[in-house]
């Protein structure tokens, strides 16, 4: 099978299966993601850059955030897509672990599958949690889950459970000190650390500016 059109067939199918999802997982979530990931790949060598494209477009297919936590039905989803489309099964069953490994849920799992493919889909998925998008996704997801902006009597909890975590109901701003400020120091790829960087500068300006306004 040509590399071009099963590409091509899975952004129609992730296009027209997203068409209807929350602003922070939507098909342009999963474009950015799978532009990060050319970029990233393309710094890597001796790597399978249509497995790597092929999980950036798939990874968030059917979220289990919006599938009762249900954390086998985006892999599921997206093995019956790639077999249906007669997709090589070792290159699916790749894809597929990728998609099961790449989510960080409170930083509390274990990785249990290792490549680079894996590596630089993650860095490319966390890019678009950090820097001026992540703020805008971070906002997004607490308000589609109706959580409040700010309270300063929650304080960060760094020691959440992932089944806590996993609730997300606390308020939006310390969803920063729990997850989108460790980011930079979880790249596995150069190209992506570098990236996370300037990102990460930005978060901080911005959580400075909140403070002084909060507190003016
Ligand atoms: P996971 O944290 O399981 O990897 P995602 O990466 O799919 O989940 O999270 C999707 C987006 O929603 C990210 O931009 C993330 O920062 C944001 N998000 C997740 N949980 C919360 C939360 N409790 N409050 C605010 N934003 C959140
Ligand atoms: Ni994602």
Redesign the pocket.
């Known amino acids: 099978m040509e590399t071009s059109s099963i590409i091509d067939k899975t952004i129609n199918y992730v296009q027209q299966t997203l068409k209807n999802s929350e602003g922070?997982?939507d098909w342009w979530h999963t474009h950015r993601v799978y532009l990060n990931a050319q970029k990233i790949a393309s710094g890597e060598p001796e790597i399978d850059t249509e497995v790597v494209l092929l999980a950036a477009l798939l990874h968030?297919i059917a979220?289990s955030?919006f599938n009762n936590g249900n954390e086998q039905i985006g892999p599921d989803t997206a093995r019956l897509f790639l077999s249906s489309e007669g997709f090589d099964s070792i290159k699916i069953n790749h894809v597929v672990s990728i998609i099961e490994n790449i989510?960080?849920?409170g930083g509390k799992s274990e990785r249990t599958f290792h490549s680079k493919e894996l590596d630089i889909v993650q860095d490319a998925?966390r890019l678009?949690?950090i820097g001026a998008i992540?703020i805008a996704?971070?906002?997004n997801?607490?308000g589609f889950?109706g959580?409040e902006i700010y309270n300063p009597e929650i304080p960060p909890n760094l020691e959440m459970t992932k089944e806590e975590y996993k609730k997300?109901k606390?308020p939006?701003v310390n969803?920063f000190y729990e997850?989108?400020l460790l980011l930079k120091d979880l790249m596995n790829t150069k190209t992506g650390r570098e990236m996370a960087q300037q990102r990460h500068e930005f978060m901080l300006e911005y959580l400075d500016q909140f403070y002084r306004e909060v507190n003016e």
Request: net charge positive; no cysteine.
């Open positions: 922070g997982h968030d979220d955030k989510s960080f849920k998925d678009d949690a992540g996704r971070a906002f997801y607490g889950k959580n997300g606390q939006s969803h997850k989108l």
